[in-house]
């Protein structure tokens, strides 16, 4: 037998317009509704990963590599997604020419120079610009890749929000690895 509620003692599903959080502010996506809701849902709990895996760290911390011979950093992971949010939003979908974030775009980590807080706030700015340019657009409506061997391939907005997600996830485990290799913290 299914059921539109939770078994009792479970949390709260939550809605788009009051999503249940967990304990440390992350909106969990909602466990029912249209795929729009769903895929930004999933999204913004992976973004909200991220920056749970910042929180609390100083800028030397999260210039920490964690996993020789890599230079991976927690650092380089919030500037390479801010790059790849301008890039599938802006570049991407809205067809605009904007430049990199940070300068040409050369792997991890991006600039060194900039602190945390800086990295946060140019990553945040790229969500809130991602938002305004796919506002009210449907899932079907086409970008096209802006460069590289597939430049001009047509992709729609439901393929740059599952890329994303998959770009996230990937990313987020390893900030799991370099948060713990930091301070022993673990969790999802």
């Not at 249940?20 to 930004?40: A, H, K, N, S, V």
């Amino acid at each position: 037998m299914t059921t539109d509620s939770p078994s009792p003692g479970a949390p709260s599903p939550g809605t788009p317009e009051a999503p249940f959080t967990l304990p440390d502010g992350r909106p969990l996506p909602p466990w029912t509704g249209d795929e729009r809701g769903m895929l930004e849902g999933w999204l913004d709990f992976h973004r909200g990963t991220l920056a749970t895996k910042c929180s609390g760290l100083d800028d030397k911390q999260v210039r920490q590599a964690a996993a020789e011979p890599s230079e991976l950093t927690l650092l380089g992971l919030v500037q390479h997604l801010a790059e790849v949010e301008r890039n599938w939003f802006q570049r991407a979908f809205a067809g605009l020419d904007v430049p990199h974030v940070y300068g040409e775009e050369t792997g991890f980590p991006l600039s060194p120079d900039r602190g945390l807080d800086e990295a946060l706030a140019d990553w945040r700015r790229e969500i809130a610009r991602g938002r305004e340019l796919t506002a009210g657009r449907s899932l079907d409506d086409l970008g096209h890749v802006p460069d590289g061997p597939l430049a001009g391939t047509p992709i729609n907005l439901r393929w740059i929000l599952v890329h994303l997600i998959e770009e996230y996830a990937r990313h987020n485990g390893h900030a799991d690895i370099l948060r713990e290799a930091i301070d022993g913290t673990k969790g999802f």
